[in-house]
């Protein structure tokens, strides 16, 4: 499984993954789900990807090779976000087109979920989840994140906490608590994890991290979450039932 | 859906169920999952159940009728929580043999979860988990709770404060916690929900809820918990990316 989110809040986007990928449980690998196509100045996108492995793969080296071909439509020639996402689109149904039909004879699902966000030009930064069927949504100031993979774990705290005034430091300190839930809770999400922060109007990446066990601040996020959490349910007042 | 959570700590057994089925979204209904079988001084049991509702009522239903007929095997007959264990197994698989062939040729599911609970004479309280097949599982030290239905959201809460030493009001604030993160994140769950707490060696329901609404303690727990977690998020230190 896997877990990403993106984020799009008035100062920027910030976007979190995991790296776990499992084919059973004795069949564990690492491998990184997040996409940057970034030209300075001119445009920074952020893809994550879950699912099958070797369909978000595919779709994403498709991109990689349209990016070599002056011809194609890639994220690098997309004019808006929103031209991106029917790029990114297209080359799940070209995925799809000729992968689909034999996945099937091996009783395998067509499974993929895409979150791309970014930023292009003089455009406002904008994020979209796409669906294995290259149609897509778009997020709003009522629902400023999507998740893909193994979501729940990890959403109540997501929606409690954030909201479109939240600096993009605090946004990433959300998703990290987010995620620390979803790992303690599901053994087929896992670090290393990628962070990426894209502050509005920067046009490139703001800060790009990865994650390990050993990164101080995530280790800090996790023992303090975990006190704080325990406070917070003693802060809640015992029943009274009478 | 359905969120069910069943709990065995030193001092008893503590059970929370909502009360929403839905067939689509446009099909929602209230009905308990909460069934209780007790004779004081000697026995009480608790059954929670998710899944598909025909089914869970079809069993329910089952061990009802047999309680009317002296020669049957039922939960008032069971001489230890095991053996009260293998007899709602027994009538989960006569449902099966009854209806999964008609359910198949509609292309349903057999799909139902069972949490049963309880304590009989002077055995220690125990808390199983039972599945579609009538097979089961017992909660131990090491993992005192079960949940069934929609378990993720409401997973993390529980994982990080619930310990065997928990006295049983806390334990069920924490049920309730759990709950309402579950209310919050995923409208296939509503109220009213049901509560029952079973202090050890009791041998009857300590204490037996319906919690609608306008609960007064309920609504204290979601304000409270709620501010909590915002004071949790801004307790855990902001990044410091150097």
Redesign the interface.
């Known amino acids: 499984m896997t877990y990403c989110v993106g984020t799009l809040v008035d100062q920027g986007l910030v976007f979190l993954s995991d790296s776990r990928t499992n084919a059973g449980v004795d069949n564990v690998s690492t491998f990184r789900k997040m996409t940057v196509y970034e030209r300075t100045c001119d445009r920074v996108l952020v893809l994550l990807t879950a699912g099958n492995l070797a369909i978000t793969q595919a779709v994403v080296s498709l991109l990689n090779e349209d990016a070599a071909d002056a011809s194609a439509a890639t994220p690098y020639t997309a004019t808006t976000m929103a031209d991106a996402a029917r790029i990114v689109g297209a080359a799940i149904r070209r995925v799809y087109d000729r992968d689909a039909v034999a996945l099937k004879e091996h009783g395998i699902e067509f499974s993929a979920n895409f979150i791309l966000g970014g930023q292009i030009g003089h455009e406002a930064p904008r994020l979209f989840q796409l669906y294995a069927a290259g149609n897509y949504i778009e997020a709003t100031p009522e629902t400023p994140y999507f998740q893909i993979g193994e979501s ?6 997501i ?3 954030l909201t479109p005034a939240m600096a993009l ?2 946004v ?3 998703l990290l ?1 987010s995620m620390d ?1 979803t790992l ?3 053994l087929s999400v896992g670090l290393p994890l990628d962070l990426a922060i894209c502050a509005r109007d920067a046009l490139r990446l703001s ?1 790009r ?1 990865t994650v390990g066990e050993d990164d101080a ?1 995530f280790r ?2 996790r023992s ?10 003693h ?7 009478d």
């Open positions: 729940k774990y990890g959403k109540p705290v929606d409690r906490v430091d605090d990433a300190k959300c608590i839930s303690r809770s599901n800060r991290l601040y800090t996020v303090s979450w975990s006190a704080a959490m325990e406070q917070a349910f802060d809640v007042p015992g029943p009274s039932w």
